[in-house]
Each structure stands twice: as C-alpha cells, then as structure tokens.
C-alpha cells in the first residue's frame, strides 16, 4: 500500500512504514504527514496488524520538516500547522501496539521526534540525532516536549534543545533515546525481529502496560495503582492470561519470548 510519500507494508501482523523521500533524506512535508496520519488511523482498526517499524528509505531516517516549504507565517498559521500535526504524533504515542524505530542516518528535528515516538529505537553506528530547532528561530515540535524529557532526563533534554548540537548513536544509547545499535546491514532484520517476538505478546497485557507507562510520570502513586488495579483485573480475565497459566502449569514454553541475540 502507498500513500503519497510514505509506504505501507504489512506481512505476518507487522507493519512496516517508510519514509519515502530519499532524495530529501526523507525530510517531513505535507503528503508524508497525511501519509502516516492515515496509516497510523488504518493500524489502529486492523487488530490483525500487531506491531509496527518506522523506516526511511535509503541512507537516512528523516531530516525533519522540509525547511524549504517553511516560510514566514503569522503566530495563528504557525499554530494551525502544528496543530494539523496533534492527532498523528498523539494516536503513535497513544498505539496500544509496539513501534519500532530503525534509524539509519540522519534524525533530525521532526525526525528525532518521530523516533522518540517509538517504544524501542534500533541505530546503525553512523545514525546522528539533532534538535536544531533553535538554529532556525523554531521549538521542538512533534511531540518531543513529552517525549525528550522522559526518554533521557530533563537536564539532558534542555542540552539536546538549547545547545542543538548532533550525538551519534554511542551517546544516545547512553542517553537512553537508543536501545541497541546494530550495523546497516543488520538494521531492518533485527527491527522486524524485534517487532515478530513483540507481536507475540499478549495484546491487552501489553496495551494496558503503554498506556499506564506514558501516564506514570504525570501521574500520582494513588492514581496509578488504582491504574494498576483496573488494568490487571482486565488482564486478568483474558484468554492469553488464561492460556499463559496453562501452559506454566504444563511445563509448556510461554508464546512470547523475548528476540534477544
């Protein structure tokens, strides 16, 4: 499936989604945001789809926002743009299923966003992750507000902001914005296997886990263990639950195993 500038593929409950603008290195313009808006509204319906990856085409994840279809614009226009883009940066956050960034190259501005985005973020050793927003008058964008702060730590965010300088994969893995780097070659079979034992595990344990997690720092102790109440009486009751004691009592292997190397 295509739409535009992105690609859509699905094989065996994985969605992979590219970035499709190489020439560009995959720089974030009006089509490609539609494009990810309605993959992203697609997945959420098809139950069947399990996991997703993020991908850019060719050398690079994503440069950002296309700076050469910015132009100066009034406070209200500038708001209006971003707000078109809410809905989309909300409902990934928000997808109940596990993403996965393969970041190869550059993520830049709207694509280190992107990538913060995703639940784990595998990098080649030659990725390189900015937010030079402050470089062109602009604030991060994208959701990396949320998302900077509570992958590596306010101080580091405010670093990563105000100074706008680039770090390489080795210290944003020690920043905690990657979970493993792999080589180029490597880079799409280890996201797709990451993403295959991922969609293995059980779908509602897993949901109810994102969703009180991305509320934990916002959160109270009283209103995440009444969270944590509601959720495990809902994941109590279902099937895979169920199954997955089982199985144990069986001394059957779990379905879901980890994909570790």
Same mark, same amino acid.
């Given at each position: 499936m295509t739409h535009d500038q992105l690609l859509v593929d699905v094989k065996d409950g994985v969605a992979t989604l590219t970035l499709n603008r190489p020439e560009r290195k995959n720089a974030l313009d009006l089509p490609m945001r539609d494009g990810l808006d309605d993959a992203i509204r697609r997945i959420r319906? +098809?139950?069947?789809?399990? &996991? !997703?990856?993020?991908?850019?085409?060719?050398?690079? $994840?994503?440069?950002?926002? +296309? !700076?050469?279809?910015?132009s100066p614009r009034s406070a209200e226009e500038g708001r209006n743009r971003i707000d078109d883009l809410h809905p989309f940066v909300s409902a990934l956050v928000d997808l109940d299923r596990p993403v996965i960034a393969a970041v190869d190259g550059v993520a830049y501005g709207a694509g280190f966003s992107l990538a913060l985005a995703a639940d784990f973020v595998i990098a080649t050793p030659r990725a390189r992750f900015c937010m030079p927003f402050i470089k062109i008058g602009l604030v991060p964008d994208c959701g990396a507000f949320y998302t900077l702060p509570r992958v590596v730590g306010l101080s580091r965010?405010?670093?990563?902001? @105000?100074?706008? %300088?680039?770090i390489g994969a080795d210290e944003a893995q020690r920043?905690?914005? !990657?979970?493993?780097?792999?080589?180029?070659? %490597?880079?799409?079979?280890? *996201?797709?296997?990451?993403?295959?034992?991922?969609?293995? &595990?059980?779908? =509602? *344990? @897993?949901?109810?886990?994102?969703?009180a997690l991305n509320m934990s720092l916002g959160s109270d102790l009283r209103t995440l263990l009444e969270i944590e109440s509601v959720a495990q009486g809902?994941?109590?009751? =279902?099937? &895979?639950? %169920?199954?997955?004691?089982?199985? @144990?009592?069986?001394?059957?292997? *779990?379905? $879901?195993?980890? *994909?570790?190397e």
């Open positions: 319906r +098809d139950r069947d789809i399990r &996991a !997703v990856i993020l991908r850019g085409e060719g050398d690079n $994840f994503c440069s950002g926002g +296309d !700076v050469r279809g910015m965010a405010k670093d990563l902001v @105000f100074t706008a %300088r680039e920043m905690g914005a !990657v979970f493993e780097i792999q080589s180029p070659e %490597r880079l799409c079979a280890r *996201a797709v296997q990451i993403a295959q034992s991922l969609a293995r &595990a059980p779908s =509602t *344990a @897993f949901g109810l886990s994102k969703r809902i994941a109590c009751s =279902t099937e &895979a639950h %169920r199954d997955a004691v089982q199985r @144990f009592m069986e001394k059957l292997p *779990a379905h $879901f195993q980890w *994909a570790a």
